[in-house]
């Protein structure tokens, strides 16, 4: 493939993922440990996830640091009758030297099940 190619298939996922980059103007004043994110799920269920459920993203709280709004998502907890439970949104400090915020996500596995993959920051 040529560059010319290379660079116009990569412009759609710059696009998506440029409402995710938060720059810091200050540094934040708490501390938060970061970890990579994991290779493997770290949950699996035999079913997808119901669709989303809407949020109303309300307004930052007042803070010395920088926040950045991580989306709700669902977990599964296996349990009969209601295995998954909607995990609300919330506002959380942006730690140092990290600009972007990864969101978890529902993979479809290879086995035909579904696996979660942990959200986690990139610099």
């Not at 710059?14 to 994991?38: F, M």
């Not at 989306?71 to 600009?99: D, E, K, L, N």
């Amino acid at each position: 493939m040529n560059r010319a190619a290379t660079v116009a298939l990569s412009i759609p996922a710059v696009l998506a993922l440029s409402a995710c980059v938060v720059r810091r103007e200050e540094p934040a004043s708490s501390t938060l440990v970061v970890q990579p994110a994991p290779a493997t799920p770290t949950v699996l269920a035999p079913s997808p996830p119901p669709p989303p459920q809407p949020e109303l993203v309300p307004p930052p709280p007042r803070s010395a640091a920088m926040q950045v709004w991580q989306p709700g998502h669902w977990s599964y907890i296996g349990a009969p009758g209601s295995p998954w439970v909607w995990v609300a949104g919330r506002y959380v400090p942006v730690p140092a030297r990290m600009r972007t915020w990864v969101p978890g996500q529902w993979v479809q596995q290879p086995n035909g099940g579904w696996g979660w993959i942990e959200g986690h920051w990139s610099a």
